[in-house]
C-alpha cells in the first residue's frame, strides 16, 4: 500500500519530466500525457482513499534524508483521513482541469512547457498533503510556490505576468519566512519534524511557545492562503492562463495554508490565543476581500477577491477549533470554485482574451452551457441549499457561534451576503442583460473537450456537500472522517438551535441574490444603482479602489525599501565597498597571474619536471610525518 | 630485513628509472616505453602487496592496470602520428603549442 | 625463499632493471623497445614467483608482445633520419636524474618503515589449484561493475584514437 501512495505522488512527476525533456517532440501530445498522469494518479488515489476511510493510516518512511546528530528527518508520506481528503480533491480537480486545458490552452505557445508546469505544480502539492514530516511538508509548500511563480509569469514576454509573478513570489516568501521559524521552533523543542514524534508529545510545549510556533506557522498560512496582510499577490496572480488561476489560486495551492493548520491541529488546540488570532484574521480577511469584491468589473479579479474570501471562511472554520468544518469548505470550495474560474475561463476564451465585464452581457444566449454551470457554482458559493457551499459555510459559521465566537458569526454572516450579492452581480452582468459586446466579436460556446470538465465540476458543485455534509445515523460524515486525524479543539459555549442558523444564513443568500436581481435586471435598475453610488460615494470609492492597500504597500514597505536599497545598498555599499573590495582582489590576482605565467613554458616535458618535483616533495612530506 | 622488501625494491628501481626515461629522453617514443615501464612497476606493487597479503584483489587490479597502460598508450601514439603530421618531429622539446 | 627461488629472483630483477636502462639510455628506439620486451620478461619472472600465473601469461603475451610491437609499428612510420637531435637529452637532465633519485630514495626509506602482516602471505590466490580461476572468480564477482567500467575506458581510448588520427585525413 506505502507503495502504491509513492507511485500516486510520483506520477505526476514522471508526467512533468517526460513533458519538460521531450515537450519538443509531444508537441501534440503534450496535453494528452499531462493528463493521462493525472489520471493514473486520481485512479491510484481512489484505492487509496477507500483504504483510509476503512480508518487505517500508512505512515512510512522511504528513506532517511538529513541525519543530523538526533535530528532524523525522513522523506515519508503519511495517509490518513485528512491527508486522504485532500489527496482525492488535490488528483480529481487537477485531473479534470488538465483535461479543460487540452482545450484551453490548444494552440498556445509552449504548450508542453504549460503541461511540464503543471504536472510539477501537482506533484509538489502531492507531496505538501502527503508528506508525514514539516520538512516534506515545506518541500512541497515551497514546491508549488514555485509552480504558482512560474506558471503566473507563463506569459513571460507580458510585462505584467512577470511582475505579477515576481509579486507573488516576493509576497508569499515574506510568509515563509515565518514558516521556516516556526519549523525551527518545532525541531528546538521537539527534536524531530515528524509528525508522530511531534503531536503525542505537543502537551510538553510551554503556552508562550506554542502560542509562537501557532503564529509563526500561520503567518506562513498567511502569505500562500493570501489572508490579511499578504492576500496582495492574489488578484495579480489573475495574469496567469485561466486553468492555473483555477487549479493554483483557487483550488489547491492557496488552501494549504488551511491544511496546514488543520494538520497541526494539536498544536492549536494548546495556543487558544493563536486559534482566535487565525479566526479574527480569517474573519477579517473574508469581510475585507469581499467588500474589493463588490465593486470590480474584472471578471478573474472577482473570483480572485471572492477566493481570498472564502479562505477567509476556512481560516473562520480552523481558528475556532472545527478543523472539519474548514477542512469541509475546502473540499467544496475546490470544486465550485475551480468551476467559476473554468467557466470564466470559457467566457474568456469566447471573447478572445477580454475580461472586462462592461463588454459583456447577454451572453446567456451565445453560450448557454457555460451560463448554466456558472450560475450553478454561484448559487454554490452563495448558500443555497441543496448545493455544496451551504452545507460547509453554515457549518463553519454555525461551529464559530457554537464555540463562542459571536462576532465571528455576524462577520461571517454579513459576508455571505455580499457573496451572494457579488456573485449573482457578475453573472447578470456577464449573462444577462443586453449586450455590450463589441462589434467584429463573436462568442460562442466552447469545444467539448472543455465543457466535460464543466459539467462533471458542476455536479461535484451540487451534491458534495450533500453528500458528506447531512447527518447521517447520528453524525456528520466529514466531521466523523476529519476528527479521526483532527478533532475539534475547543468545548462548546452555546448550544445553539441548528435549524434558526440554517435559515438565518439561507435568508442572507437569498437577500443577496434578490439585491443584485434589484441592482442589474430591471429597467429602473441603473437609476436606483447611481443614486446609491452618489449617497455612500466615500464607502464605493473605498471599495472600488480597493481600500488602497496596494498604494499603502507601496509607501510603507516598498519604497523605502528601494530608496533604500538604491542610495545607499547600491550607491555605497555596492559601488564604494563592495565592487572596489573585489576591483582590488581582481588585481592582485592578475598581479599574481603575471609572476606566475613565467613558469607557463608550454613544454610538455617541463610540465613533467613539475608533477615529479611534486611527487618528490609529497613523499618527502610522508617521510618527514612517519620519522 | 622482511622478506617482501628487495621485491619492492626492484619496483621502486624501475619506478625511477621510468622516471628518468620520462624526464632526460627527447623521443617521445622512448618517453612512452618509460611510461610504460613506470606503470607496470606500480602494477608490479600491486602483485607483490597481493601475494604477501593473501588477497587476490591486487592481481585484479594488475588487470586493470593494464588495460589503462594499454589506453594510454594507444592515445599516446595517436598523439605522436598527430605531431609528427603537423611539426615533423618526434622532440618533446619542441612541442610546446600548449603556451600559444 | 630458498636458495633456489633467491637466485630466480635475483636473475629475474635484473633482467627487469637491466631491460628498464636499456630503454632508458639507448640511443636507437628500436633498440629501446628490444630492452623493454627484455624488461617486461624479467617482470614476468617475478609475476611467476609472485605466484601469479595468469598474470606472467598476460605480461608476456599483452606487453611483450602485443603493446612494444604496436609501438614498433608506428615508429615504422616515422623516418628518425629526418628528426634531428633526437638522441640527445633534454638540457635540464640533471634534474631529472635528481628528482628521479630523490623519488627512489624516499621510496626506500618508506618501504624501510613499513610494517606488512605477512601471516597469510601466499595464501588465497589459487582455488583448486588454479590461479586462473581465483583471478576470474574475483574479476567477475566483486569487481564486475568496475571491469565493464574499463570495457567503456577501452571503447573511448579506441573512439578516441580514431578521431584523432582521422582528423588529419580528408
Known amino acids: 500500500m506505502e507503495w502504491l501512495l509513492l507511485l500516486c505522488v510520483l506520477s505526476p512527476a514522471v508526467g512533468c519530466i517526460i513533458n519538460g525533456l521531450f515537450g519538443r517532440w509531444t508537441y501534440r501530445a503534450a496535453g494528452v500525457i499531462g493528463s493521462t498522469f493525472l489520471g493514473i494518479s486520481f485512479a491510484l488515489a481512489i ?6 476511510i476503512q480508518g487505517h493510516i500508512i505512515d512510512y518512511d522511504y528513506y532517511h534524508w538529513i541525519i543530523s546528530g538526533k535530528l532524523d528527518v525522513p522523506f515519508g508520506l503519511r495517509l490518513d483521513s485528512l491527508s486522504a481528503m ?41 507531496l505538501l498533503c502527503m508528506g508525514n514530516n514539516y520538512l516534506t511538508l515545506f518541500i512541497g509548500w515551497e514546491g508549488v510556490g514555485f509552480c504558482s511563480y512560474i506558471l503566473i509569469g507563463y506569459y513571460y514576454e507580458k510585462k505584467t505576468a512577470a511582475d505579477a509573478g515576481r509579486k507573488a513570489f516576493v509576497t508569499t516568501r515574506i510568509g515563509d519566512v515565518g514558516f521556516t521559524i516556526g519549523i525551527l521552533f518545532i525541531i528546538l523543542y521537539f527534536g524531530s519534524v515528524k509528525f508522530t514524534d511531534i503531536f503525542p508529545q505537543a502537551h510538553i510545549l510551554p503556552p508562550m511557545i506554542a502560542t509562537i510556533i501557532t503564529l509563526a506557522l500561520f503567518f506562513g498560512a498567511t502569505g500562500k492562503s493570501a489572508q490579511f496582510p499578504l492576500y496582495v499577490w492574489l488578484p495579480d496572480a489573475m495574469e496567469g492562463p485561466t486553468p492555473v488561476s483555477a487549479l493554483i489560486h483557487a483550488a489547491t495551492m492557496v488552501t494549504a ?42 471578471l478573474k479579479r472577482i473570483l480572485a477577491y471572492s477566493t481570498i474570501s472564502q479562505i477567509g471562511y476556512m481560516m473562520i472554520g480552523v481558528g475556532v477549533g472545527a478543523y472539519w468544518t474548514g477542512m469541509f469548505h475546502l473540499m467544496t470550495h475546490a470544486f465550485f470554485k475551480a468551476l467559476l474560474f473554468l467557466s470564466a475561463g470559457a467566457v474568456m476564451h469566447a471573447m478572445h482574451g477580454i475580461l472586462d465585464m462592461r463588454l459583456m452581457g447577454g451572453l446567456r444566449h451565445k453560450m448557454p452551457q457555460t451560463c448554466a454551470v456558472m450560475i450553478i457554482a454561484s448559487l454554490a458559493i452563495a448558500g443555497i441549499p441543496p448545493l455544496s457551499g451551504f452545507f460547509s459555510k453554515d457549518h463553519i459559521l454555525g461551529e464559530a457561534l457554537m464555540l463562542g465566537h459571536p462576532i465571528i458569526w455576524m462577520v461571517g454572516v454579513i459576508t455571505a451576503f455580499m457573496t451572494a450579492y457579488y456573485m449573482f452581480r457578475m453573472v447578470f452582468f456577464t449573462f444577462f442583460g443586453e449586450s ?34 447531512i447527518k447521517m445515523h447520528g453524525h456528520i460524515p466529514i466531521e466523523h472522517f476529519i476528527s479521526l486525524t483532527s478533532p475539534v479543539a475547543f468545548p462548546k459555549v452555546y448550544e445553539v438551535n441548528e435549524s434558526l442558523l440554517i435559515i438565518i444564513s439561507i435568508v442572507a443568500g437569498v437577500l443577496g441574490i434578490a439585491v443584485a436581481w434589484l441592482s442589474y435586471i430591471p429597467k429602473w435598475a441603473p437609476k436606483w ?77 617541463n610540465y613533467a619536471y613539475w608533477v615529479s618535483a611534486g611527487a618528490l616533495i609529497v613523499c618527502g612530506w610522508y617521510l618527514l610525518k612517519i620519522m | 630485513m622482511q622478506y617482501y622488501v628487495p621485491f619492492l625494491m626492484v619496483a621502486f628501481i624501475l619506478f625511477a628509472v621510468g622516471a628518468i626515461g620520462v624526464l632526460v629522453r627527447r623521443n617521445f617514443f622512448v618517453v612512452l616505453m618509460s611510461l610504460e615501464i613506470m606503470i607496470n612497476s606500480a602494477g608490479l606493487v600491486f602483485v607483490i602487496l597481493s601475494y604477501f597479503s593473501g588477497t587476490i ?41 600548449m603556451k600559444r | ?42 617482470i614476468a619472472g617475478l609475476f611467476a614467483l609472485l605466484q601469479a600465473y595468469f598474470l606472467t601469461a598476460l605480461q608476456i603475451i599483452v606487453y611483450a608482445g602485443a603493446i612494444v610491437v604496436m609501438i614498433a609499428f608506428v615508429m615504422m612510420t616515422i623516418d628518425f633520419r629526418k628528426v634531428r637531435g633526437l638522441s640527445k637529452f633534454v638540457p635540464q637532465w640533471l634534474w631529472g636524474l635528481i ?56 571503447l573511448v581510448a579506441l573512439i578516441g584514437v580514431v578521431v584523432l588520427t582521422k582528423r588529419g585525413i580528408k
Open chain 1, 47 to 52: 484505492p487509496l482513499i477507500i483504504y483510509a
Open chain 1, 86 to 126: 485532500m489527496l482525492g480533491v488535490v488528483t480529481f480537480v487537477s485531473f479534470m482541469i488538465h483535461i479543460y486545458s487540452i482545450g484551453y490552452m490548444g494552440g498556445h505557445k509552449g504548450y508542453a512547457r504549460f503541461f511540464a508546469y503543471l504536472n510539477l505544480f501537482v506533484f509538489a502539492m502531492l
Open chain 1, 257 to 298: 495554508g488551511v491544511y496546514m493548520v488543520a494538520r497541526s491541529a494539536p498544536l492549536y488546540a494548546l495556543s487558544p490565543t493563536g486559534s482566535l488570532v487565525v479566526a479574527s484574521i480569517g474573519a477579517f480577511t473574508a469581510f475585507f476581500a469581499a467588500t474589493m469584491a463588490l465593486t470590480h468589473f474584472d
Open chain 1, 436 to 469: 455590450r459586446v463589441p462589434e467584429g466579436l463573436h462568442p460562442h460556446e466552447a469545444p467539448n473537450v472543455m465543457l466535460v470538465p464543466l459539467w462533471v465540476l458542476a455536479v461535484g458543485s451540487i451534491v458534495v456537500g450533500a453528500i458528506f455534509g
Open chain 1, 529 to 605: 444603482r447611481s443614486w446609491f453610488v452618489r449617497t455612500f460615494h466615500p464607502l464605493y470609492r473605498c471599495c472600488f479602489n480597493l481600500w488602497w492597500v496596494d498604494e499603502v504597500y507601496n509607501c510603507l514597505f516598498c519604497r523605502p525599501f528601494w530608496h533604500v536599497s538604491e542610495r545607499f545598498l547600491w550607491k555605497v555599499v555596492d559601488d564604494k565597498l563592495i565592487d572596489a573590495g573585489v576591483d582590488d582582489v581582481g588585481r592582485i590576482a592578475g598581479l599574481a597571474g603575471k609572476a606566475v605565467r613565467i613558469l607557463q613554458t608550454g613544454f610538455i616535458n
Open chain 2, 57 to 97: 584483489s591486487g592481481q585484479v587490479f594488475f588487470i586493470f592496470v593494464a588495460a589503462v597502460a594499454a589506453s594510454e598508450t594507444a592515445v599516446g601514439l595517436a598523439i605522436a602520428v598527430l605531431m609528427y603530421r603537423v611539426r615533423h618531429t618526434v622532440d618533446v622539446t619542441e612541442f610546446s603549442i
Open chain 3, 1 to 42: 625463499m630458498t636458495g633456489i627461488e633467491a637466485c630466480v629472483f635475483a636473475i629475474v630483477s635484473l633482467m627487469a632493471i637491466v631491460g628498464a636502462l636499456g630503454v632508458v639510455f639507448c640511443r636507437n628506439p628500436y633498440h629501446s623497445a628490444l630492452w623493454m620486451v627484455f624488461s617486461f620478461v624479467g
Open chain 3, 99 to 154: 628528482i628521479s633519485f630523490g623519488i627512489l630514495i624516499d621510496l626506500f626509506i618508506l618501504t624501510s618503515k613499513m610494517k606488512i602482516d605477512v601471516s597469510q602471505a601466499g595464501k588465497n590466490l589459487a582455488i583448486a589449484g588454479s590461479n586462473t580461476k581465483a583471478l576470474g572468480m574475483e574479476l567477475f564477482t566483486s569487481y564486475l561493475f568496475p571491469f565493464e567500467m574499463v570495457a567503456v575506458i577501452l
